[in-house]
């Protein structure tokens, strides 16, 4: 199994609560680091889906740890509902979603995701559709200002998209060395000492896996699958997933704010949500955590709870 640390292990467990004979859901099984902490610490059966074929391939030896308690399945987690009731499963009691790409994947040059290793320039989870080498040698200007400016939040977006342009004129753009060579000549140096290249990769990172969209596939359903008092734990890592686990928490637990005084929606009661805020402000690794693993620094944990019947409230 992964020698990688699974981030907030401690404050993900504590919101889940696992217990025995409960279903749980690893939505993002990446090096198991949550799956094994769950099974252990009760007697319950997991489910673990994986876009990405390696990170299936690796948790056979978790699930031989764990027979007939540990079931991994290949598909993007945006697809849960159909995968999980293809195998007769029709409702959680916990769901886990750890966002972003994996360690294993940053850490495979041949992966290419990260502009610190050489390597072809693919950034694709699941192995399958266009690559980050199409996005850059075929998009027009426009298109990739949109996923640099929208999806890296890259200040400079036109320029690094021009540089693009004029030297994929001269050769295709095929690795990651090289296309992390045209960005930072693109940008300023940045005086926090974040390598210029890091807000470009992201968007491209992003584009390539609709990332955006499948996490917004992935809390509607994660949310219609929790059963009473099931709980939802999300860990996001930069602040286009945080907003959108916010946004869909708040919502789901009738705080998204109310109707205009003035529009005559707001003289009736608002409908009783199905479910309560576990955490009312994102939790943050501990200080003790992002010094042993510096890739915590940016994680926040968000928490949801389905509401139990005849308003029993919140499990304690």
Known sequence: MSTH??????????????????????????????????????????????????????????????????????????????????????????????????????????????????????????????????????MAERE???????????????????????????????????????????????????DGATRSFQALRIAVNDELGEIERGLAAAQALLAPGGRLVVVSFHSLEDRLVKRAMVGAAGRAGTASRHDPAALLPPPAPDFDLLTFRALRPGGAETHANPRARSARLRGLQRRLPMSQGITP
């Open 144 to 194: 990739l200002v949109t996923i640099l400016s929208d999806l890296g939040e890259e200040r400079h977006a036109r320029r690094v998209a021009r540089a693009i342009l004029r030297e994929r004129a001269v050769a295709p753009i095929t690795t990651t060395a090289r296309l992390a060579e045209i960005i930072r000549g693109a940008v300023p140096r940045d005086p926090s000492g974040i």
């Open 5 to 138: 640390l699974p981030v907030m292990l401690e404050e993900v467990l504590a919101v889940l609560q696992p217990r025995d004979g409960a279903i749980y859901l690893d939505a993002t099984f990446g090096g198991g680091g949550y799956a094994a902490a769950i099974l252990a610490a009760a007697d319950c059966t997991l489910w673990a889906l994986d876009r990405d074929p390696d990170a299936i391939a690796r948790g056979a030896e978790l699930a031989a740890k764990y027979p007939g308690r540990l079931h991994l399945v290949q598909t993007c987690f945006g697809d849960m509902l159909d995968s999980l009731a293809a195998r007769g499963v029709h409702a959680l009691d916990g769901v886990v979603m750890d966002l972003g790409v994996s360690s294993f994947q940053i850490d495979q040059a041949e992966r290419g995701f990260s502009f610190r290793h050489d390597g072809p320039l693919d950034m694709r989870m699941g192995r399958e559709g266009a690559t980050a080498a199409d996005l850059v040698n075929t």
